[in-house]
């Protein structure tokens, strides 16, 4: 089944305290990218990957880090949390860009306390 | 950054009627989609509309594109319960860095009651 999964779906932590919200899809899709989702801002961009090595940050990058090592993996480093990072998050992939859809993962809640 | 921006932020009609969804956004684009979310989960592609096409549609769904007015709607025919849903529009740009990207509006709320 073609899918996107991320891990985990639910997340509690403590500021400072470093994290990895993980990406996988198995789609041979080359663009990957991360969204935050908060109430009245709707999805916004965090970064974005166009294919392997190559990444790019979006509209709000700061306190993010990404790395595209695989094509099917993107995952997102929280190197710091802090509690304004809470938020619901989502990584989506495409074929390619510009192009057809975007699919989306099940998202990840993350609470930073 | 280039932007949708989604109107009505909430609707709330019964079933059988029409729902009808706005989006307006800046720039120059590639094409514009439309998503849909069930809540907090992740969204779902509904339609795709390229920027040399006027109208589209897909079941009972409708979608027109306005490039002159940079601008778009999403006609949700007959409506159902079903789809009682959050509808996001996404449009793709180019970028200065001569990669393209999609950018999400903020959402409208539909709420279909029976």
């Known amino acids: 089944e073609a899918q996107v999964t991320q891990n985990p779906r639910y997340l509690i932590t403590v500021t400072g305290k470093k994290l990895t919200v993980t990406c996988s899809q198995n789609?041979?899709?080359?663009?990957m990218s991360w969204y935050r989702q908060d109430p009245g801002l709707g999805l916004r961009q965090i970064y974005y990957s166009m294919n392997v090595e190559v990444t790019d940050k979006g509209d709000v990058p700061e306190g993010y880090k990404v790395s595209r090592k695989e094509k099917r993996n993107f995952p997102l480093i929280l190197e710091s949390p802090s509690p304004n990072q809470t938020s619901l998050y989502f990584c989506?992939?495409?074929?390619?860009?510009?192009?057809?859809?975007?699919?989306f993962g099940q998202g990840t809640r993350l609470t930073v306390v | 950054s280039q932007q949708g921006e989604e109107d009505p932020q909430a609707l709330s009609i019964q079933e059988g009627e029409n729902a009808t969804m706005n989006c307006s956004y800046k720039?120059?684009?590639?094409?514009l989609q439309w998503y849909r979310q069930n809540s907090g989960r992740g969204l779902v592609h509904l339609i795709l509309?390229?920027?040399?096409?006027r109208e589209k549609h897909s079941g009972r769904l409708r979608v027109t594109l306005d490039t002159s007015k940079k601008s778009s709607s999403l006609l949700i025919t007959a409506s159902r319960a079903a789809d009682t849903a959050s509808y996001f529009c996404?449009?793709?740009?180019?970028?200065?860095?001569?990669?393209?990207?999609?950018?999400f509006g903020k959402g409208t709320m539909l709420l279909v009651s029976p």
């Open positions: 720039t120059s684009i590639n094409n």
């Open positions: 989506a992939s495409s074929l390619r860009v510009p192009g057809p859809e975007a699919f």
């Open positions: 789609m041979n899709h080359e663009y």
């Open positions: 509309i390229r920027s040399n096409e």
């Open positions: 996404a449009t793709e740009a180019y970028m200065n860095s001569g990669y393209s990207t999609l950018t």
